[in-house]
């Protein structure tokens, strides 16, 4: 069923996005989502998405995630009002987290950077959070809804594992990466949500999996300009090719077919929005991963996930 013009203001309201349930079509609510999305966070634009009582650590985590996790920004406005901040944190700290291996210079700093958040949470659990604007905002998040501290040293530990600038040695050990990242993210999600379900445990598996899949594949210009290679190497050996393609931009038949493997393999696990909406595309450049289209923000995310979210799809 298509979302009507007319229907739309009303499926906002119920959502709880106060600051968009006066556009009066399609094509208004996307412009407004765009102005929403992209422009600077600031104390009054933040009330009206979370709420009242907007703090230096709530605007501190929308616009760390706005600028780095685009998307994690926009699946968070989604979310009914009650939840939004406490996804903002969430995905915050996974942000932190994330960015740790492209600021550092040497692993020793990384370790030490992981220690910190390992004792952060620690910290957070004993209600003795630091004075640090991401764990401040946790620390909230884990005291409303009683968060699962297992899922967020999960993150932690694998994204230490991963400090390592190696490629992953299969597809398998990339599944696994996404399963204790992406997948432990969702889950402490649906718990902000208060949703205990195991069919929606299934599901969040499959898409921590294929987002984990579709991240490495989307981020793999952006390490080849640091002459780094990190897709899987028995695939890349499976059809003859090495790093060094790669990193000169070859765009041989052998070398889409390892991207054509690698993105398949997020295929099966789901169909995703933001997710399929890449794997279309680079469907539709015959698997060159450098192709520029790719690169390209898409300005109708914002609205193609709201629709998703109005039909209950994932």
């Known amino acids: 069923m298509a979302a009507s013009a007319r229907g739309v203001p009303w499926a906002l309201l119920r959502l709880g996005v106060p600051s968009l349930w006066r556009c009066r079509s399609l094509r208004g609510l996307c412009a407004r989502l765009r102005r929403q999305s992209g422009r600077a966070v600031s104390s009054r634009s933040v009330a009206g ?25 926009l699946c968070s406005l989604l979310l009914p009002a009650e939840s939004r901040s406490s996804a903002f944190a969430l995905r915050a700290f996974n942000v932190e987290l994330a960015q740790v291996k492209d600021l550092i210079s040497e692993k020793a700093i990384g370790l030490m950077r992981m220690q910190f958040w390992k004792k952060t949470v620690e910290d957070i659990y004993c209600d003795n959070p630091p004075h640090q604007p991401v764990a401040i905002e946790l620390w909230k998040a884990i005291k409303r809804h009683n968060l699962t501290k297992r899922w967020l040293m999960k993150i932690i530990d694998e994204r230490e594992r991963n400090l390592d600038d ?149």
């Open 49 to 73: 998405v979370i709420g009242p009582g907007v703090s230096g650590t709530d605007l501190y985590c929308m616009e760390l995630l706005r600028k780095r996790d685009y998307e994690g920004y």
């Open 166 to 314: 190696k490629a992953y040695r299969n597809i398998q050990e990339l599944e696994t990466y996404a399963e204790n990242t992406q997948s432990s993210l969702l889950y402490l999600t649906l718990e902000i949500l208060g949703i205990k379900n195991l069919h929606a445990d299934h599901a969040a598996s499959h898409i921590g999996k294929a987002q984990g899949i579709v991240t490495c594949l989307r981020a793999t210009p952006y390490h080849g300009s640091r002459r780094k290679v990190f897709l899987p190497m028995d695939i890349c050996i499976l059809h003859g090719v090495s790093q060094e393609d790669f990193l000169r931009k070859n765009q041989d038949k052998n070398v889409r077919d390892v991207i054509y493997d690698i993105a398949s393999q997020a295929h099966l696990h789901l169909k995703h929005v933001a997710l399929e909406d890449y794997l279309r595309k680079i469907q539709q450049v015959d698997f060159d991963i450098f192709h520029p289209t790719l690169q390209k923000k898409s300005t109708l995310l914002p609205l193609s996930l709201y629709i998703q979210s109005w039909r209950k799809r994932y």
